[in-house]
């Protein structure tokens, strides 16, 4: 079975530029989660979603963060403009539904300089 | 809301040596429990999980971890560590009945095996 697909792998832009990550969940897992893990931190989760609703989105930075998930399947998550603080890895998440356990994928390294 | 302290960074250790990872938690209500690892460049994988039912739980790996909720702690022990668990490991909870839900991680503690 195909695990939680992330990309890129790694991405570095300067401060006040745009970028955008993917993520590819499970074949059937309806819920898919967006973390952001700081340097030395504990990942911090930033949007869930329920098929293509958006169920929680309460620490999900929104004058500057965006996440979609088009048709219930795979999501985007967005950052416009970049801050330095915002230099951490990005791990996507999903699980069959609310009650089962997440699978992460690999996370995405974003380096804003 | 829940909260997770583990209340060491790092924890080195020698090989074939026994090791506790230690891992608190705060909630108002019932949860479940998680302990994840994380390699480097990797994403997390799931050791071992408490839903219910018996305290000590066996993970993969040969990694065990007792829930005792009186003093509110989930540590994680593993008899013998080799070099390939250097790693950090990542206790999380949730409330219970959403097992992928909305989890609360810790800090994380590195662990350094040493030959």
């Known amino acids: 079975e195909a695990g939680v697909a992330q990309s890129p792998r790694y991405k570095i832009i300067e401060k006040r530029q745009s970028v955008a990550f993917w993520c590819n969940p499970i074949?059937?897992?309806?819920?898919l989660y967006w973390y952001q893990q700081i340097l030395g931190q504990g990942p911090k989760l930033l949007i869930q979603?329920?098929?293509?609703?958006?169920?929680?989105d309460s620490q999900l930075p929104k004058d500057r963060f965006s996440a979609e998930r088009l048709k219930g399947v795979d999501s985007t998550l967005k950052i416009q403009p970049a801050k330095l603080e915002d230099s951490a890895v990005y791990l996507c998440?999903?699980?069959?539904?609310?009650?089962?356990?997440?699978?992460f994928g690999q996370g995405t390294r974003l380096t804003v300089v | 809301a829940q909260s997770v302290t583990q209340l060491d960074s790092q924890v080195p250790v020698f090989e074939e040596a026994p090791v506790e990872l230690r891992c608190n938690y705060s909630?108002?209500?019932?949860?479940?429990l998680f302990w994840y690892v994380q390699y480097p460049n990797q994403g997390l994988q799931l050791l071992l999980k408490y839903l219910s039912g018996s305290t000590l739980v066996k993970g993969i790996n040969g990694f065990e971890a007792e829930f005792n909720k009186s003093q509110t702690s989930f540590h994680l022990r593993k008899p013998s560590v080799h070099i390939s668990d250097t790693a950090e490991y990542f206790c999380a909870v949730t409330r219970s009945g959403v097992a992928g839900n909305m989890l609360t991680f810790g800090g994380g503690t590195r662990l350094m095996v040493k030959p």
């Open positions: 909630s108002s209500v019932s949860v479940y």
């Open positions: 998440a999903s699980s069959l539904d609310v009650q089962t356990e997440a699978f």
């Open positions: 979603f329920q098929n293509n609703g958006v169920v929680d």
């Open positions: 074949s059937g897992h309806a819920t």
